[in-house]
C-alpha cells in the first residue's frame, strides 16, 4: 500500500493532473458542440490525454508517497466529472443513446453512495477488478465515438473511412462498459450489504 503523507496541498503534480481533467471537462464538451470540420479530432485528442492523466497521476503519487486524503479525492472527482460531462455533450450530438449515458452515470452515483457510507463508519471498499473494466472500457468507447464524430463531420478521420467501423467499436464497446457498470454496481453494494442493514462492517 502507497504511503500516506499529511500534506494536503493541491500543488503537487497529482493533484494539479486531477486538476487538468476538471478544466479539461468544458473544453471536450465544447469542442465536440462546436460545429466545423476537425473539432471532434480535437475534442478526442483532449479528451485521450486527459484520461490517460489518470493512470499516470496514480503512478506519480504512490512513487513519490503523496498519496493524501485530497489527492484521493481530486483523483476521484476528476474522473466523475470528466466523463459526466463529456457524456452529457455526446448525448446531445446523439453520440450516444440516452439510456447509456443514463445507465452509466446512475452507477457511478450509486457506488459513491455507498463509498460515502462506508467512509462514515470507517471501512474502505476499494475499486475492484470489474470497476476498473468499466471505466477503461467506458473511457476506449468514448474516444472512439468522438474519432468517429470526427469522421462523420469532415474532418481528418473522414479521409482514412474508419468512421462507421468506429461507430459500430466505440457503441459496443460503450454497451460492454454498461453491462460492466451494472455488474460492477451490483458488486459494490453486495460488499457493503452488511453495512447498509445494519450488521457487522464488510470486510
Not at 76 to 102: N, R, S, Y
Not at 153 to 164: F, I, M, N, R, W
Request: avoid cysteine; hydrophobic fraction near 60%; proline fraction near 4%.
Amino acid at each position: 500500500m502507497a504511503e500516506r503523507t499529511t500534506s494536503g496541498t493541491i500543488a503537487t503534480l497529482p493533484n494539479l493532473l486531477g486538476l487538468g481533467r476538471i478544466l479539461a471537462t468544458p473544453v471536450v464538451m465544447a469542442l465536440l458542440l462546436l460545429p466545423g470540420a476537425g473539432t471532434d479530432l480535437a475534442a478526442a485528442v483532449v479528451f485521450i490525454v486527459a484520461a490517460l492523466s489518470d493512470i499516470l497521476d496514480g503512478w506519480i503519487a504512490r512513487a513519490r508517497h503523496q498519496v493524501t486524503p485530497l489527492g484521493v479525492f481530486m483523483d476521484l472527482a476528476a474522473d466523475k466529472v470528466l466523463v459526466a460531462g463529456v457524456l452529457v455533450a455526446m448525448v446531445e450530438a446523439t453520440l450516444v443513446p440516452a439510456w447509456i449515458a443514463a445507465t452509466l452515470l446512475i452507477r457511478e452515483f450509486v457506488v459513491q453512495a455507498v463509498r460515502q457510507l462506508a467512509a462514515a463508519e470507517d471501512v474502505v471498499i476499494s475499486a475492484r477488478s470489474l470497476g476498473k473494466a468499466k471505466t477503461l472500457a467506458t473511457n476506449a468507447g468514448i474516444a472512439l465515438l468522438l474519432l468517429a464524430a470526427d469522421g462523420f463531420t469532415g474532418g481528418p478521420v473522414s479521409a482514412t473511412g474508419t468512421a462507421e467501423a468506429l461507430l459500430v467499436l466505440g457503441l459496443t464497446t460503450l454497451a460492454l462498459a454498461t453491462a460492466l457498470s451494472i455488474v460492477s454496481g451490483f458488486a459494490y453494494v453486495a460488499a457493503a450489504w452488511p453495512l447498509l442493514v445494519g450488521d457487522a462492517p464488510p470486510d
